[in-house]
């Protein structure tokens, strides 16, 4: 164990160090790890629950109303059982906040209906624990002659600078290199170790000091153990999540991309959600893809925001005249992996790899901000507006810039929920682009995976001259089923709702409100 100790580099350290720099290092280490499990746990309500600023907010004032309580417990401990207490809370600390992430995957996968009622019981109690740490270092500080003022400041500034340090590298380096549960577990570590350092420095005034280090080993052993075993945890909890065989499973720095596959059927899921499952993904990215290029039989140069798995691209380049086809999409990881893994290069056709797409990995906004270049078809293929950093993709703003891009007679499409699940929602994306100064026209249809499925078109004019034979071979799509797509029956006719600005981004509630309503 001491070899493991000696790989932190901690017992070195505390040699050259006197007690009481020791204690202000000890206050760093702690405001790192207690700001970390925050985040982790507001990241993980985000991705598992959607509607990040809902889930931020109440993840986040909830912890930092458990840490007040637990100061206010922290004063009833007394002078005596001090240094005991401080060490156990380390170790409490380090056990619940570094297994909370592993512990919240695994009852998503098994046990999705009471998990918010789990993630804020884990977010109260690790905040309790968490906010008993810094009172009490401070009157280890104050017992040892040390000035008051210059505890005060000496350890605010120490946890304020240790949280910023976090909130700069959780989202740089743990989030996307280590991932959720392996970072929560890295920091329970790190509090582990304050506990074991804090013993060795006051053994001779700790009772029992051999049994309060024997405890601090096994906790450690425990964390270590889950932090070796948390990836093929995780692939199981997902596995029984999902239902089918987890075949990939990585969270990047913007999302957690999860691939199953059962026999012949593969699906993509982002932050829980299905994207698609190659069983009928062809009937949508034909619907998505077809009409648009259909009515603009010399489109050239062909426009995809967002679809880093290829499929919308694979169909493009059905169409002989393209010539160019700019696919931006934020996430490297994701254009990476349809790029090159076998079974999905197979499933798209290796379209992210022919010579006539160039990938951008961008943000689509700044892209449509900074570049110049017109397009005869922009495809929109972004993942549904769960939240608001993928609602303001759908937001009046946004299409007109989507518009300045577009050349005479040219067509954009875009995905947009569904019409019979989430009419609001839909019908507020055809108010969004009419509110642009689009003209629309809607369209769906039956993806058996999703259900009814719909879709919009819009450019300068709305004239649906569609032939009477396509200029490809389709495998589902016919003239016919195209024409009947823009009929809705009259349980999917439209509604009065609002348009979707980024002031105000309704757009998510309503998406929200029409799911929420279904799920019942």
Same mark, same amino acid.
């Given at each position: ?17 006197s ?6 290092l000890?206050?760093?280490? *702690?405001?790192?790890?207690? *700001? ?18 809902? #889930? ?14 637990g ?9 005596s ?45 690790t ?51 280590? %991932?959720?549960?392996r ?8 509090n ?37 075993a ?12 999902? %239902? ?30 299905? #994207? ?8 949508? @990215?034909?619907? *998505? ?16 925001? %967002? ?58 906004? /700044? ?6 270049? /017109? ?14 950093? *993928? %609602? ?11 518009k300045? @891009? ?8 875009? #995905? ?24 629309v026209?809607?369209? @769906? ?47 999917m ?7 979707? @600005?980024?002031?105000? #981004? ?15």
């Amino acid at each position: 164990m001491n070899k493991i100790l000696q790989k932190f580099a901690v017992i070195n350290i505390i040699k050259r160090l006197s007690i009481n720099q020791v204690l202000l290092l000890s206050v760093f280490v *702690l405001a790192s790890c207690g *700001l970390a499990y925050e985040l982790i746990m507001a990241a993980l309500a985000s991705y598992l629950l959607g509607d990040s600023i809902l #889930q931020f907010s109440l993840v986040i004032g909830l912890y930092l109303f458990s840490m007040g309580i637990g100061a206010q417990v922290a004063k009833y401990i007394t002078d005596s059982k001090l240094l005991k207490s401080f060490i156990e809370i380390e170790l409490l600390v380090g056990i619940v906040g570094g297994l909370s992430a592993l512990f919240l995957f695994v009852a998503f996968g098994f046990a999705a209906a009471p998990f918010r009622s789990l993630l804020f019981a884990l977010v109260v109690i690790t905040g309790i624990i968490v906010g008993m740490e810094i009172p009490l270092v401070m009157r280890i500080l104050n017992s040892r002659k040390k000035e008051f003022k210059e505890v005060v400041s000496d350890v605010l500034t120490f946890d304020y600078v240790g949280a910023l340090i976090v909130s700069i590298l959780f989202p740089l380096f743990f989030a996307p290199k280590l %991932g959720m549960a392996r970072s929560a577990i890295l920091f329970g570590i790190f509090n582990v170790l304050i506990a074991i350092t804090t013993a060795k420095i006051f053994a001779q005034e700790l009772e029992k000091y051999r049994s309060i280090v024997r405890k601090s080993y096994i906790v450690l052993i425990i964390l270590i153990m889950s932090f070796i075993a948390a990836n093929k945890i995780m692939i199981k909890a997902e596995a029984y999540y999902f %239902g089918d065989p987890v075949v990939y499973a990585k969270t990047t720095p913007y999302q957690r991309l999860v691939l199953t596959k059962y026999k012949q059927d593969v699906r993509l899921y982002i932050n829980g959600n299905l #994207q698609f499952s190659s069983r009928d993904e062809k009937r949508y @990215h034909e619907a *998505l893809v077809f009409p648009a290029m259909e009515l603009n039989k010399n489109a050239r140069r062909v426009l995809i925001l %967002g679809g880093g798995d290829g499929l919308a691209a694979r169909e493009v380049l059905k169409y002989a005249q393209v010539e160019k086809i700019v696919l931006v999409d934020l996430d490297k990881e994701m254009t990476d992996l349809f790029a090159s893994a076998d079974f999905l290069t197979k499933l798209n056709r290796n379209s992210l790899n022919n010579n006539k797409l160039e990938i951008i990995n961008k943000d689509a906004v /700044k892209y449509l901000e900074a570049s110049k270049d /017109k397009f005869d078809v922009i495809i929109v293929d972004f993942p549904d507006p769960s939240n608001f950093s *993928l %609602g303001k993709l759908y937001s009046v703003p946004i299409y007109r810039l989507m518009k300045n @891009h577009l050349n005479e007679e040219g067509k954009i499409v875009v #995905q947009s929920t569904s019409p019979y699940f989430a009419p609001n929602a839909f019908w507020c994306v055809v108010k969004t682009l009419k509110e642009a100064n689009l003209k629309v026209n809607p369209y @769906h249809i039956y993806v058996p995976s999703f259900g009814e499925w719909g879709f919009i078109l819009a450019g300068e004019n709305n004239a649906l001259n569609f032939a009477d034979d396509l200029q490809i071979k389709a495998d589902f799509l016919s003239p016919e089923i195209i024409r009947n797509m823009f009929y809705f029956s009259p349980d999917m006719q439209e509604r009065e709702v609002k348009a979707n @600005h980024l002031n105000n #981004q309704v757009l998510v509630r309503y998406f929200e409100e029409d799911w929420r309503e279904i799920l019942r």
